[in-house]
């Protein structure tokens, strides 16, 4: 069974700051890796999806992929209270897989 | 505008009463999926379908079954729905061809059985 990890939280980030999210996989042979943005009684939103080792940037979001840790991460800059939600990641293809998501608050 | 359309939004029901959840995306895309939410499992995947009459188990497959009759339409069916099906159900179809992971979601379905 394919697991994807992430820490819980809550992380709470003062307004302004990075906010830094962090998923592990264990497949090795995975190729794509997503973060999905569920806000409270909403339905998981796309907002980044990385396929290649290194960074991608988007806004004020940055993806960081690193095949050989096996380890993925959303960096969010200037933090706003909008990014307070819950933020999933997801590895795979057809049968993708997602950790049970992270809980960021953004303190004003 | 891009819409995946789940209906019932919430229904309760009883332990064996047979019930459908409805799926229907205007993308005219390929690939669809279905996945429940419970507490603390996060999102898991029940079946999958990359095309018309082509589908697939996902993780949690048992006690579900689903069919692929034409592109625009993914039904869930609970033949005989238990408690432990109680859960927010999301249908999922993807953003672009080829990308299965990049997905767009329903609003979701909250079923609760009794």
């Known amino acids: 069974q394919k697991e994807v990890e992430q820490n819980s939280g809550p992380l709470s980030v003062p307004e302004g700051a990075i906010a830094s999210l962090n998923c592990t996989y264990s497949?090795?042979?995975?190729?794509?890796f997503f973060w999905y943005r569920q806000y409270s009684g909403k339905s998981p939103e796309l907002i980044m999806f990385?396929?290649?080792?290194g960074d991608k940037e988007d806004g004020r979001f940055t993806a960081q992929l690193n095949k050989a840790s096996q380890y993925v991460s959303l960096l969010i800059r200037d933090s706003q209270p909008s990014d307070s939600a819950t933020y999933l990641c997801?590895?795979?293809?057809?049968?993708?897989?997602f950790g049970t998501g992270t809980r960021l608050t953004i303190i004003p | 505008e891009a819409q995946v359309t789940q209906n019932p939004r919430y229904l309760i029901t009883v332990t064996g009463k047979k019930l459908t959840v409805t799926c229907s995306q205007n993308m005219n895309h390929e690939y669809m999926s279905w996945y429940r939410q419970d507490p603390g499992l996060g999102l898991r995947q029940i079946y999958y379908s990359m095309n018309v009459e082509v589908t697939d188990k996902g993780d949690v497959p048992e006690g579900y079954k689903v069919s692929r009759k034409e592109k625009r339409n993914f039904p869930l069916i609970l033949e005989s729905p238990s408690p432990n099906q109680t859960s927010l159900y999301f249908c999922?179809?993807?953003?672009?061809?080829?990308?299965?992971?990049?997905?767009?979601f329903g609003e979701g379905s909250r079923l609760t059985v009794l």
């Open positions: 990385i396929y290649s080792n």
């Open positions: 999922a179809s993807s953003l672009k061809q080829g990308a299965t992971g990049e997905l767009f």
């Open positions: 997801a590895v795979g293809d057809e049968k993708l897989t």
């Open positions: 497949d090795r042979g995975s190729q794509s």
